[in-house]
């Protein structure tokens, strides 16, 4: 049996419910669900009061049904179990989380898996803005664990990144990687502007160039500089390993080379962009 | 007219020479007063304190608490705000944050909480002081006032370097009267404004100071001189030139000479005790032991110690270099400003290791200042919050002070070579109730020259904290029993009970008239604001309350 939460009363007033985690909900009856604390705007509410709470045949620890766009912290902190969001989920799912699956069917919010620690997410639609990156003030985004998004992600994917993997089947908005100090981004389509600034460490792969296409180009900061032309082993293996989670890039694994590009070089120039060519 | 008598405590009074002796404290209308001589005079109320330890309030005389590098460092630690336990709202309290620089409220209620009841931040630049007087307003509770920033003022250094003493005098004076102030503080005397000039900083007292003509020498002697004549309630408050570089003992004893016997107060003095070389961090040394020996000599020189806290805080500070270097050493976010004619600012987060050799050491030198000054009068508990940590953990530093088996064990466990380079190993001192009552209340009351702080003689201001002794000096002093401010309880068991405004203490001395038309033409042909937008007024001191100088009735 599984746990089904199906918002019946959305609101256009977030809801925050860092209650809605498979660590929290684990083992508690449906009353006791209902009754668990969750804010609106100012004021404290009951899970009750937005959701309709039950069982459900399936072997996933919790299902949350219904378009969730305005509920916050689903997921967040979680340390393990499965979480599944069958519609699209608010701001700051799977923040700082550090262990078990959540997988969200529609889109989710700015911050996703922001500073996150270990765990997977997996993303249907498309992310927000700061997809697995350091909260405002933070030293360190993501530290380990891996995001994959079959859509889109927006600007700052990975901001301040420290370790872990970052997959985006599409296109991901500008400053992908800032500031970030190791880590891997991949990402299907094109990136924004500055792609990498002030990146220290790590790698970020693009491979939505379209060859003779001057506009499916992927543009970089005059602070990256060209290395070479070559195929680095490693990123088959993510490749391969990414299909295993049943997320493909569009890219046959193990074919073509690769631009490599060093920088930021008004940081360390340690970190890494490839460029994928056909 | 409500009578208050506190009865049965073990009062800790060194003022009175009361050192833990069963008396009654009586308090009418906030101010303590001679128990009556008619028996039959019966209190209004009674608290009883039996086994209990009662002590004046204590005075943190050195700390940052308002004014723009204060709000900036709020604004700027967004990550160390999200992770510290916030202030909660209660009927009677409003809610706030804490970390290394809580909220104006919260530092209002966690002083109180902590059983301190005045406090002083130590640099607001004059234009800032209206800034910092709003703040003030909203930290309730305590009493406090401000130290205003002269050493790398423009004016100042003009009137130095044409050697026209009385005009700096009268200048000082209108100063602290226009910021509502109530010190003259200098921070790295010419340094800022060399530093700000880019020509990095001075090195020493008799480096020049480009464009101004003097020298930090000449700075820290005339505002000395100045204060001195001015008779100020509290001399000069000097954070010397060179902050945290290794060697910097020579500038610091420079300094302590300099001042050829005139008053002044040097502040965290820890951060100024260095040995070593420049470039060469491992031969980073303590050299408190020729200092103290200064200090323990001459009477006219009083510290507070600065000492440094293992864990995470912010550093804030007027000395924009100081900042530099440090966001340099640590490589972390780093916020500076230049207030213009005035003053510099640089604020940068850091993290005290203990197994860092040079953190450690630091902590390490800080201790070595409490336990080798002779005259515990002359030397005053700080952190210099938050820089060397927040007032938060004053119960830790007492605690280390008065169990040297306690201290011995952190020793152990913090860098291993600071045992070979600190003699703090083969201190044995513990510091007493009553000395502790001293370097908490009664030193910083009679340095900072307030007659109704720090002792619980008649005429004092009833503010007083009731410990409940446990030899855990942590749990003791960092959860009162009871504190009264003015003579109304306002803590119990670490709840907030009330929260009146406090006062906000200042100085007026008087200066010459005719003077302020020539400081207006100065001020209109280089300041970026009116100068009739300069000068705080009294609305902005809610309970302002004036302190007269020196010797005047
Ligand atoms: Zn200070």
């Known amino acids: 049996m599984s746990i089904l939460l199906r918002l019946r009363n959305a609101s256009p007033i977030p809801i925050e419910a860092e209650c809605l985690s498979p660590d929290r909900l684990e083992g508690l009856a449906v009353k006791e669900i209902e009754r668990l604390e969750v804010d609106h705007g100012n004021e404290r509410a009951r899970v009750a009061d937005f959701f309709e709470v039950g069982l459900r045949d399936g072997n996933e620890a919790a299902v949350i049904e219904g378009d969730c766009s305005r509920v916050k912290h689903i997921g967040a902190g979680m340390t393990r179990g499965l979480l599944v969001v069958d519609g699209n989920a608010g701001m700051h799912a799977g923040a700082e989380m550090s262990g078990g699956r959540l997988e969200v069917r529609g889109n989710a919010g700015d911050w996703t898996g922001a500073e996150m620690r270990a765990g997977r997410i997996h993303i249907r639609g498309d992310a927000g803005h700061l997809l697995g990156g350091a909260y405002r003030g933070s030293r360190t985004g993501m530290r380990g664990g891996v995001i994959l998004v079959e859509g889109s992600a927006r600007n700052e994917v990975g901001c301040s990144m420290r370790r872990g993997l970052i997959a985006v089947r599409g296109q991901v908005g500008d400053f992908p990687g800032v500031s970030m100090h190791a880590g891997n981004i991949l990402v299907g389509g094109l990136p924004g502007v500055r792609a990498g600034a002030g990146m220290r460490r790590g790698s970020l792969i693009f491979f939505g160039e379209t060859p003779g296409d001057s506009q499916r180009q992927v543009e970089l900061l005059p602070t990256f500089s060209y290395d070479c032309t070559y195929r680095p082993p490693f990123v088959s293996l993510y490749l391969k390993k990414l299909q295993s989670w049943k997320l493909s890039l569009p890219v046959p694994a193990g074919e073509g080379r690769y631009r490599r590009y060093s920088g930021d070089l008004v940081e360390s120039g340690k970190g890494e962009i490839l460029v994928w060519q056909a | 007219m409500s009578l208050l008598q506190i009865v049965n405590g073990r009062v800790v009074d060194p003022v009175q020479g009361l050192d833990g002796e069963v008396r009654d404290v009586w308090i009418r209308d906030g101010k303590i007063i001679p128990p009556p001589a008619v028996p039959s005079v019966r209190p209004d109320r009674v608290l009883d304190a039996s086994g209990l330890v009662v002590m004046a309030g204590g005075v943190d005389m050195h700390c940052h608490i308002a004014g723009p590098k204060v709000n900036v460092a709020r604004k700027m630690r967004p990550e160390e705000k999200r992770r510290a336990e916030p202030v909660r709202r209660t009927p009677r309290t409003r809610s706030g944050t804490t970390g290394s620089v809580p909220s104006t409220f919260a530092t209002g209620y966690k002083y109180t909480g902590l059983g301190y009841t005045t406090a002083f931040d130590a640099a607001i630049p004059p234009l800032a002081a209206r800034h910092a007087h709003e703040e003030l307003h909203d930290t309730p509770i305590i009493d406090k006032g401000f130290f205003v920033l002269m050493g790398n003022n423009h004016y100042v250094m003009q009137q ?255 860098h291993p070579r600071v045992m070979k380079r600190s003699v ?98 100065w001020f209109e042909e280089h300041y970026t604001i009116q100068f009739a937008n300069y000068a705080v007024d009294e609305h902005y001191l809610p309970r302002g309350e004036c302190v007269a100088s020196l010797g005047s009735k």
């Open chain 2, 424 to 521: 703090l190993k083969d201190l044995d001192r513990a510091y007493s109730l009553s000395e502790i009552a001293i370097i908490t209340r009664a030193a910083p009351a009679r340095i900072l020259g307030l007659r109704n702080k720090g002792h619980l003689g008649p005429g004092a201001d009833a503010d007083i904290t009731i410990y409940t002794p446990d030899p855990d000096r942590t749990k003791m002093f960092s959860l009162p029993r009871i504190v009264l401010k003015d003579g109304e309880v306002i803590v119990e068991e670490g709840q907030i009970r009330n929260a009146p405004t406090g006062r906000t203490f200042h100085v007026a001395p008087a200066y010459d008239e005719k003077l302020v038309s020539e400081i207006q033409e």
């Open chain 2, 160 to 414: 130095i370097r044409s050697g026209d003493r009385a005009r700096l005098r009268h200048y000082v004076a209108w100063l602290l009267g226009a910021a509502k102030g109530y010190a003259v503080k200098a921070v790295n005397p010419g340094g800022v404004e060399e530093w700000k000039a880019g020509h990095g900083n001075v090195t020493g007292l008799d480096d020049p100071v480009e464009h101004f003509g003097v020298t930090p020498r000449q700075i820290i002697v005339e505002l000395a001189q100045a204060a001195s004549d001015l008779r100020l309630p509290h001399p000069l408050h000097i954070h010397c030139n060179n902050l945290g570089l290794p060697g910097n003992w020579k500038t610091t004893l420079a300094t302590m000479e300099a001042l050829e016997g005139r008053r002044a107060h040097l502040t965290h003095v820890q951060f100024h005790s260095y040995g070593g070389g420049p470039d060469d961090g491992g031969s980073f040394a303590s050299r408190v032991a020729p200092l103290v020996d200064v200090v323990n000599a001459h009477e006219n020189l009083t510290v507070d110690v600065g000492q440094v806290v293992f864990g995470d805080t912010t550093s804030m500070t007027g000395d924009g270099p100081l900042g530099y270097f440090l966001h340099q050493v640590t490589g972390r976010k780093w916020f500076s400003a230049d207030t213009e004619n005035e003053a510099g600012c640089g604020i940068v987060p850091i993290e005290y290791k203990d197994h860092s050799f040079i953190h450690a050491m630091q902590w390490a030198i800080g201790l070595e200042w409490f336990l080798l000054a002779r005259d515990p009068w002359r030397i005053v508990l700080s952190t210099d919050h938050p820089n060397g940590g927040t007032f938060l953990s004053y119960p830790q530093i007492i605690h280390l002070l008065m169990e040297p088996d306690y201290r011995r064990e952190v020793l152990q466990s913090v």
